[in-house]
């Protein structure tokens, strides 16, 4: 049989994996052998959990056993063949946890199942009442719900840690979330069980890492709040009574002083122990049963007895010492305990009195202890805050008699069975404090001690005080483990296993203040003890210490003290047990280190003595074992076991997860972890021991000087930043380890986070360099002997590379060594997966950048070193300007193998490379000093060029720089090579990053640098900042000179060219001016905008840096006596040509020639008062002839002599027809004298000729097509052509692509249909074919986009046409006399941009010509006036082309004129139309004598027909009417036309049905209606209308259908002004 179970064993061990092997033994040091017991498994085991007699073991692929005693199950499985927890197939399970007697697991979905012992709560509600609910036989799926959001959703839970009698849940949120019973929940609450998991409030809005359940305590490792991060929880600040002040907080983490417990929480608890007792094995004796029970004592009388709940039996003192050390040695069960139907307290009132009696009596008590004994008198006791009192027998006896019968005197552990606002409970709580339970920072202080009442927490909630905007990640910002940490603890703490210096209990978390700042990444709790794992591999314990699970023996041991380990030992994982401790450490060996400190395994023989006793305990305290272990020691197996990946303690039992594969990833992941773990230990060493004295030491800066101190602080701040990463990395790679086989290699941070080690690495290197430069190891080292004295010795510890005198440079050098070991440590991972997987890739190439990098700062140490020695060398007061911390010396010619080509025989010139700059230094001869002068030119604007060889063997190379070139010769060829090399090398480095050097010959001909002129000439003293081409200034860029001027814009081969802004300070004004627009040469070319310092701001033309062609400028302000716009020509600076001047303070327009800044010539004047004035000018004055005439038509003819001054023949016409003739001399508005003829027009003469001929305007105005020649010059010259239709065509095409994809470039902000419109204008279309009626509407809709386009020069010219229109026919000047001169204007507009489109579209014919295609054209010509077929001909119009793009621009200004023109006629005209409008639609009929057979009998409303009555208005044909109100929509006189006509076939379809046969007008009956249809419109300003029309409509239309139909209107317009009409 053995043999068969031997040889199956064989069997399985030869299939179980080589990963994820599980180890179990039964804790004791290496006192005796250990074997530990290998579970055969044939999955790997990914996570193993303890609880005090079981524990669960998760498997690859999620699945769940269970091995020990499974007392809900009634079970005892061992380890070698755990049970398989078949309810959680189907459920991938990635955590299970143990609690002191029940299970947890965590599903992949953050799901949570429990079961085991419930008597607590701790598995939450279960299906059934409470009672039936003792114990959960299967997992049960346990829901966490957040029912503070709307609606109430699940919380997803990634971690899970258990207690004896509670749980804790960390969600995804890092909220932390709590259920079971007792103060370790850390809830709001008095009430216990809580069943349904709750919130920690006290921790909500604070991020919590990790969580860990000791038996009644509770720890969490929560991430420090940045001291101003808002969402740090603040303590909520009331006025309350005394009662509040008494129990109010001291601390800023909440009350730190503990609190007492009542006695809902003891009883409950001494219920739970009872149920716990039921579910033991039968095979435990009663005896053992009470042993372990906290609730004991002696019982005397077989009546009823009940004892306090959190009270004690203790012996008096004459009572036999041996007694005395174990109370509880002669106790058993409470029968009032053990029955749940009964009470726990049968008649409070008198235990009420007891109490009272016993609140009179001191609360004090002194009891020696021998040192070595329990930490505490808590810990004989049941509880972990009790109040300790020492009432008399006397007292006890008469009171207590019926009840309770006590063997000795009976102290007091807690206040019961009391309320909150009982008085004596407060005169306790507020006269006297236990001495047990004083702090021992307090200990020989007075004063009032404060505590929290139970289950009321001192503070507002922080969730209820304020909303946190978003919630914590679970890494820090950069994606590492944040080492920004603090341990929080709750719960009992009779042992010191909270950590706060006291053994009290606290209900709400509290923060462990002497470990804030410590880096603790991991917290472990053991039973009552607890453990902090920090990132420099440090293990810090509290808590019990009867066996020597704390590793040392320092007291007190109620605050974390360091465990002791041996030197050179690095702790990186942590697991306590009941009485014992695990740490997995590294020390020299690749393989991990196993470490044990508690209590020893005890001999064999008394093995068996103990093992009933020792089988299962409930006591809150332990016992002190009799052999124990205090300093972690080695245990010798674990060399046997290949790579450790994680330890667990629980109960009396250890356990570690193993890889027995010693080479490979596992391997290699392992050694980079030590590595990085050794290296951080490093850091802080060399942090704490010599670079934060230092920081700290007052006198550093003096001693280092300013430049040094500065370096300094850089040197301790990129230090710091690699000491964070590496510890952050650290740590990283010691989660990795922990679940090695769960994860993957790729998301190691040293691949993932790759740039960001690199910046860390290269900062740290660069910083070191310059401070090396600098010569700060020198004044370092000195400061160093200073300030560490005896400690100096410590830093030879820390020099890796040397020995002997610990030198800083190669101490601060040292972490260049790292990358070395990454790029050793990637190649062994590389090799570990083949070359064609994605893994192999990765690892690849970052092995390959780390060996990079590692190259790139060696080689910058070297620099740095040489550099230093250079300096050294070189020393001097002349060489301190030169010496940068950023400089470093590539090469130099000391030794004349380089000189300057020209030089003299006796002049001496050295040349010094550095990485920044060449240095020209022209030493004296002979050398009195280093050098007497020296030019320094950046390598970044250094343009290296290598000349041929000559006959002579020259070998030269030609450095181009900004403001000088200059030739160097070398001795040899390889002389010349090599400073080829290192020019180009540096050159490249600098543009590109890579300073891998180039081809020599081969840098960058176009760069981006700055630079300050130091030269003569126009950019002296000036800082560029911008492109560079060969030595000279080329591209965009920013040029600042010191007088203020700044230039941003484009330049070319050295000289402003190209499109700019330039600001220009007036030191007299203390003003700036501004230019916007285009350069040449270096001066202001072309088209732009000049606001100068005075106010003025000129839009328009320059040349040579003057105003030259068109251009608008606006001067003054409106409250300013100069204040007046000026558009027209510009020559040299000046107006000259034609030109519009609006003097605003005058009130006059000025609209005509000038010469010279003056006005000479012919022109227009026009005030706001309605003069209007033509004539001649001459030296800016009214000279010659010239025509006045005043708003009531009074005209005066003759000679002016000055501004509205006449002098001279004239005549002199009256309103109503009286001439005065003579010669007249005065001024126009203060009165004339005349001398000459007065003649009054008869009241019956006809209307004279000659008045008209008199008043005839236009005799002395500028031509229209003389009239803004400048305009359209500059829409040529754009076009690239010098003068007008002369030019080459194709450049002009050219120059607008080139305009149009220029605009595209620098303007981002357009919309996306400006975008598509610039890009169809960039396609230069077909212009050189003949045009036809296929090709005439692209042409149209090109021309439609262009002139929408201002970037476009159509569009331009459109745009500056529509501004000088504006400018001449409106404001307040706007005269009706100007309307002939505006239709003329339009009309030569029309004219000149024709010949624009032509030159474009040369295959356009001349106006009024024949297109010789299809019939279809946009001008209808109809001869035939009402024929059913009318033949059409298509013609070019110009005005039909071009009207179109120009005139609804135009339209206000004109249409404003036509109206103004005719003011009289049309308020006749609409006083006719409000008349006849009163009438009915027949009677408007009948007046008007249409025919009774045109007159409409029906309407339509909503569908329906009706007949039309005799008082019916407004519905005789409506749809011919509406038609004809659309005219004054339109712009162009061809869509006014084509109104009318619609108007027509309307009114034609309205009359056609009512008629037989074939109908066709006849003048006769189409008149009297139309005139209908005119009246019923009601067409405000018709009379304009019609004159747009009539002066501005197609030549080629006038006789033609359309024609007629304008008549028709025309006709009945004028019907309606006679007199016959009314």
């Known amino acids: 049989m053995e043999s068969k179970e031997h040889s199956f064993a064989e069997e399985a061990a030869s299939t179980l994996p080589k990963r994820g092997l599980l180890h179990i033994w039964q804790s004791g040091g290496p006192s005796e052998p250990l074997s530990p017991e290998r579970v055969l498994l044939s999955q790997c085991v990914l996570q193993v959990a303890l609880g005090e007699h079981h524990g669960l ?10 091995f020990g005693e499974l007392l809900w199950r009634g079970l005892s499985v061992p380890p070698s063949a755990p049970l398989l927890e078949v309810s959680l197939r189907g459920t991938t399970v990635v955590h299970v946890a143990c609690g002191g007697f029940h299970c947890g697991a965590l599903s992949e979905q953050g799901g949570m199942y429990m079961w085991g012992e419930n008597t607590a709560g701790q598995c939450g509600p279960t299906e059934g009442d409470a009672d039936s609910n003792v114990t959960v036989a299967d997992p049960y799926p346990l829901a966490v719900v957040d029912n503070e959001v709307v609606p109430p959703s699940m919380v997803r839970i990634v971690d899970l840690a258990c207690g004896r009698e509670h749980s804790l849940a960390l969600s995804a949120q890092n909220e932390l979330w709590a259920w079971g019973s007792g103060c370790q929940l850390g809830l709001v609450t008095s009430n216990f069980p809580v069943w349904k998991p709750q919130k920690v409030e006290h921790l909500a809005g604070r991020h919590v890492i990790q969580v860990a359940c000791g038996a009644y305590h509770s720890l969490a490792l929560v991430r420090c709040l940045h001291p101003e991060n808002p969402n740090t929880p603040k303590p909520q600040e009331r006025r309350g009574s005394q009662r509040d002040e008494a129990f109010a907080s001291d601390d800023a ?35 053992s049963q009470a042993h372990l029970c906290p609730y004991s004592c002696s019982i005397s009388d077989n009546k009823e007895n009940v004892l306090l709940a959190g009270t004690e039996i203790e012996p008096d003192e004459h009572a036999d010492p041996l007694t005395q050390t174990d109370s509880c040695t002669t106790s058993y069960p409470l029968p009032a305990l053990t029955d749940k139907k009964k009470p726990a307290l049968p008649n409070e009132l008198e235990l009420h009195n007891l109490l009272q009696k016993l609140s009179g009596h001191s609360l004090e008590m002194q009891h020696s202890r021998r040192l070595g004994d329990a930490d505490s008198l808590s810990s004989q006791t049941s509880d972990d805050s009790y109040v300790s009192s020492t009432p008399s027998n006397e007292l006890l006896h008469t009171r207590c008699e019926n009840y309770l019968t006590f063997s000795d005197v009976v102290r007091s552990s807690s206040l019961v069975g009391l309320e909150e606002g009982s008085p004596w409970k407060k005169k306790i709580m507020l006269e006297h404090k236990s001495s047990s339970l004083k702090d021992i920072n307090q200990k020989g202080k007075t004063g009032t001690r404060r505590c929290s009442l139970p289950g009321t927490p001192t503070h507002a909630t922080p969730r209820r005080q304020q909303h946190f905007s978003s919630k914590p990640s679970s890494v820090s910002e950069d994606g590492l483990p944040s080492l920004k940490t603090e341990v929080w603890s709750w719960g009992r703490g009779s042992e010191g296993q909270l950590g706060h210096g006291d053994q009290l209990a606290r209900l709400q978390p509290l923060c462990i203040k002497c470990l804030t700042g410590e880096e603790v990444i991991k917290v472990a709790a053991g039973s009552h003890h607890s453990l902090a794992l920090t990132a420099q591999c440090q293990v810090y314990s509290w808590g019990s210490n009867m066996c020597g699970q704390l590793g040392h023996v320092n007291s007190p041991v109620t605050v974390p003290q360091q465990a002791k380990l041996s030197d050179g030992l690095r702790a990186w994982d942590v697991s306590a047990g009941q009485s014992h401790s695990l740490l997995l450490a590294d020390g020299e060996c690749d393989q991990p280190l196993l470490l044990y400190c508690g209590q020893q395994q005890e001999p064999r023989s008394k093995q068996s003595e103990t093992s009933c006793r020792g089988a299962r305990s409930c006591q809150r305290s332990p016992n002190r074992a009799e052999s124990y272990t205090v300093r972690p020691t080695l245990m010798p197996f674990c060399m046997e076991m290949g790579y450790i990946s994680s330890v667990c303690s629980g109960g009396q039992r250890c356990a570690l997860l193993a890889n027995h594969i010693i080479i490979g990833v596992i391997s290699a992941i392992h050694e980079l972890a030590s590595i990085e773990r050794r290296f951080y230990y490093w850091l802080s060493s060399l942090r704490k021991l010599l670079l934060m004295p230092l920081f700290n030491k007052e006198s550093a800066c003096p001693s280092l000087g300013d430049p040094c101190t500065r370096l300094f602080l850089s040197l301790y701040k990129s230090f710091v930043h690699l000491s964070i990463l590496i510890g952050q990395h650290s740590t990283s790679l010691t989660h990795f380890l922990h679940n090695v086989l769960r994860r993957d290699v790729a998301s190691l941070h040293l691949l993932t986070h790759i740039q960001h080690f690199l910046d860390i690495y290269t900062e740290y290197c660069t910083v070191v360099g310059d401070f090396q430069v600098m010569g700060g190891f020198q004044l370092l080292h000195k400061l160093s002997l200073e300030c560490l004295g005896s400690k100096q010795t410590k830093l030879f510890e820390l020099d890796l590379s040397v020995s002997g005198d610990a030198d800083l440079g190669s101490l601060l050098y040292w972490p260049l060594q790292q990358l070395q070991q990454y790029n050793r440590v990637l190649l062994k991972l590389e090799a570990c997966y083949d070359v064609l997987t994605t893994e192999y890739q990765y690892l690849h190439q970052s092995c390959v950048q780390y060996e990079h990098l590692s190259a790139i700062l060696l080689r910058r140490k070297k620099e740095a070193e040489v550099t230093f020695i250079f300096w050294k060398t070189h020393s001097g007061k002349n060489t301190e300007g030169l010496r940068l911390p950023q400089r470093r010396v590539l090469c130099e010619s000391s030794n004349r193998t380089l000189t300057l080509q020209g030089a003299g025989r006796f002049s001496n010139h050295w040349f010094i490379l550095f990485n920044d700059a060449l240095v020209h230094i022209q030493r004296a001869t002979p050398p009195k000093s ?87 000439g126009q950019f002296k003293d000036a800082q560029y900042t911008g492109s560079w081409l060969a030595g000279r200034v080329h591209g965009r860029g920013t040029m600042r000179w010191q007088d203020g001027r700044t230039y941003t814009g484009n330049f070319k081969n050295g000289l402003e060219d190209g499109y700019g802004e330039c600001m220009i300070p007036d030191k007299l004004l203390n003003k700036a001016g501004c230019y916007q627009g285009h350069w040449r040469d270096g001066k202001i070319h072309g088209f732009g905008i000049y606001r100068y310092a005075t106010g003025e701001v000129y839009e328009g033309c320059f040349n040579e840096g003057q105003r030259h062609g068109y251009g608008m400028l606006r001067s003054g302000k409106m409250d300013k006596t100069s204040s007046g716009v000026f558009i027209g020509q510009w020559v040299c600076d000046k107006r000259t040509g034609y030109g519009v001047y609006d003097d605003i303070t005058r009130g006059e327009k000025y609209i005509g020639m000038w010469l010279d800044d003056e006005r000479h010539g012919s022109a227009v004047v026009v005030t706001q008062y309605s003069v209007y004035y033509e004539g001649n000018f001459r030296e800016n004055k009214m000279n ?6 005043s708003d009531d038509d009074t005209a005066f003819h003759g000679e002016f002599y000055e501004d509205w001054t006449v002098n001279g023949k004239g005549i002199l016409s009256l309103a109503n027809g009286d001439t005065l003739e003579g010669h007249f001399s005065g001024e126009w508005s203060a009165g004339l004298k005349v001398d000459g003829i007065y003649t009054k027009q008869a009241a019956d003469e006809i209307e004279d000729k000659d008045r008209n001929n008199f008043l005839r305007l236009g005799r002395y105005v500028v031509a229209a097509d003389e009239r803004w020649v400048c305009v359209f010059d500059e829409c040529w010259r754009r076009l690239g052509c010098d003068v007008a239709d002369r030019g080459e065509r194709t450049t002009a095409w050219e120059n607008i692509a080139v305009c149009i994809s220029s605009a595209r470039q620098h303007s981002p902000d357009l919309s996306r249909y400006q975008s598509k419109v610039l890009e169809c204008l960039e396609c230069i279309p077909h212009h050189a074919d003949a045009v036809t009626t296929t090709n005439y509407d692209n042409i149209r809709k090109y021309l439609a986009k262009a002139c929408e386009t201002p970037i476009h020069p159509l569009g331009w010219l459109v745009e500056t046409l529509v501004t000088v229109y504006r400018m001449t026919y409106l404001g307040v000047e706007s005269n009706h006399r100007l ?3 505006a239709v003329k204007e339009v009309q030569a507009y029309v004219k000149h941009f024709y010949s624009i489109v032509r030159f474009l579209f040369p295959g356009l014919p001349d106006d009024g010509s024949v297109l010789p295609d299809t019939p279809i054209s946009p001008c209808r010509i109809r001869y035939s006036s009402f024929t059913e077929e009318p033949s059409f001909v298509s013609v070019v119009s110009c005005s039909t082309l071009l009207l179109p793009l120009l005139l609804p621009q135009l339209y206000q200004p004109l249409f404003m004129l036509y109206c103004l023109h005719d003011e009289q006629q049309e308020a006749q005209y609409w006083e006719r139309i409000l008349r006849l409008n009163k009438q009915p639609d027949q009677s408007l009929l009948s007046f008007l004598g249409v025919q009774q057979k045109f007159w409409p009998m029906w309407m339509s409303v909503l569908g329906e027909k009706k007949q039309i009555v005799s008082s019916s208005k407004d519905v005789s044909f409506g749809c011919a009417v509406e038609t004809l109100q659309q005219i004054s929509t339109t712009f162009t006189p061809s869509e006014k036309l084509l109104v009318i006509q619609n108007t ?8 056609k049905p009512t008629q037989d046969g074939d109908f066709l007008w006849c003048m006769d009956d189409l008149l009297p209606l139309f005139l209908y249809i005119v009246l019923r419109a009601r067409i405000r300003n018709l009379g304009a209308e019609v004159s747009l029309i009539e002066d501005l409509m197609d030549p080629n239309v006038q006789h033609g259908e359309l024609g007629l139909m304008f008549t028709t209107l025309k006709a009945c317009y004028m019907q309606i002004q006679m007199e016959s009409m009314i």
Request: net charge negative.
């Open 57 to 66: 073991l998760l498997a690859q692929g999620g699945h769940v056993y269970s």
């Open 1379 to 1381: 309307l002939r001169e």
């Open 253 to 287: 983490h909440y009350c730190p002083l503990g609190v007492e417990l009542t006695e809902s929480m003891t009883a409950e608890a001494s219920a739970r122990r009872r149920s716990r007792q039921r579910l033991w094995p039968a095979g435990i004796s009663h005896e």
């Open 1184 to 1189: 010659g002839l010239g025509l006045l005439v």
């Open 1544 to 1551: 027509f076939e309307e009114l034609t379809q309205e009359i």
């Open 930 to 1016: 280093l050098f007497s002068t020296h030019r320094v030119y950046p390598v970044n604007l250094l343009w290296v060029k290598p000349l041929p060889e000559n006959d002579s063997g020259c070998y030269a190379i030609k450095m181009s720089c900004p403001e000088e070139t200059f030739i160097l010769v070398a001795s040899t060829p390889q002389e010349k090579n090599k400073w080829l090399h290192f020019l180009n090398q540096e050159v490249d480095r600098v543009l590109s990053g890579g300073g891998q050097g180039s081809s020599p010959g081969i840098t960058a001909m176009s760069r981006t640098a700055s630079y300050t002129f130091t030269g003569e």
